[in-house]
């Protein structure tokens, strides 16, 4: 008897330049319950199996549309400058993002590249939100941004940024303030940390729970142990990572409440991602 013959529908999900991402690749697909979850790597970098990597969980229920799966915080990141004090006067370092833009650091400040690093993208935007209206695509943050494209030295991965400044090969880095408390950086070193005082952002990490996940309640043990005092306090004693929760003060680190946070916008950032990393290439290239 012959067997019916199948009508298959093929549908493009994801479309390489779009969405935010210049490539996607990996996909998994994973059965859970009455749902199905897409699992794949969003990058703007070079495809190869190291960079800056988002990870996309989508999911789609059996006879439904797709959902992205959201996150919640788990450590706030500042963007703070690191600066070698053996190459930079006291009274020269710079405490604003505006500062960054005098002449007298061109060529002088490292910095990672919005289009294949993850926190460098989140650098230019917190430039670009603190000077900028959203309404406008942030004009005036880009003006300043172009001011400054002199100035930075763009480094092949976003540990340069934090590394080249240690070793004195620049004065100045912008970096994650994770990656800068891993040195010494006590009126004893050649190396100080800078809260930007006009704003900086603290975009954290974050964790999440698939839904309908096969171990559900493992899950949901795990998030709470990496949200738990104990965890956040280990986290930070040991890797220098800044603490979500307000029971929990950071060692090492500013209190949240001691520095200037702008406020970061998370869906203008995700909606013109691949604008913004095309507008920063030409803008690269003058």
């Known amino acids: 008897m012959p067997g019916k013959i199948r009508t298959v529908e093929e549908k493009v999900l994801f479309r390489k330049g779009t969405g935010g991402y210049l490539y996607y690749r990996i996909p998994g697909i994973l059965p859970v319950r009455d749902a199905l979850l897409l699992v794949l790597e969003a990058r703007n970098s070079r495809l190869g199996d190291w960079g800056d990597i988002d990870i996309l969980i989508l999911r789609r229920e059996r006879d439904g549309e797709l959902s992205q799966v959201h996150r919640i915080g788990e450590s706030p990141l500042p963007m703070v400058f690191l600066v070698n004090t053996d190459l930079v006067a006291e009274a020269d370092i710079p405490q604003t993002w505006k500062d960054l833009a005098d002449p007298k650091w061109e060529g002088k400040i490292a910095f990672a590249d919005p289009a294949s690093s993850g926190s460098a993208f989140t650098q230019l935007c917190t430039i670009l939100m603190n000077y900028g209206k959203a309404e406008d695509d942030y004009a005036e943050g880009w003006t300043l941004v172009q001011s400054m494209i002199k100035n930075l030295v763009i480094q092949s991965g976003s540990s340069g940024a934090h590394k080249n400044v240690d070793s004195g090969e620049y004065p100045i880095g912008i970096t994650l303030e994770k990656a800068a408390v891993q040195y010494d950086t006590s009126d004893a070193g ?23 996940c096969p171990n559900q309640e493992l899950a ?4 709470e142990f990496v949200l738990s005092a104990e965890c956040q306090t280990a986290q930070n004693k040991d890797f220098g990572r800044r603490p979500i929760r307000s029971d929990v003060t950071p060692e090492g680190l500013m209190g949240l409440n ?12 995700a909606a013109n991602k691949a604008d913004i990393v095309e507008k920063w290439q030409d803008t690269l290239v003058g």
């Open 220 to 223: 949901e043990l795990f998030v």
């Open 190 to 212: 050649h190396l100080k940390i800078v809260y930007p005082t006009d704003g900086t952002s603290a975009v954290p990490d974050g964790v999440a729970i698939v839904k309908d």
């Open 258 to 269: 001691e520095f200037s946070i702008m406020t970061y916008n998370f869906d203008y950032a």
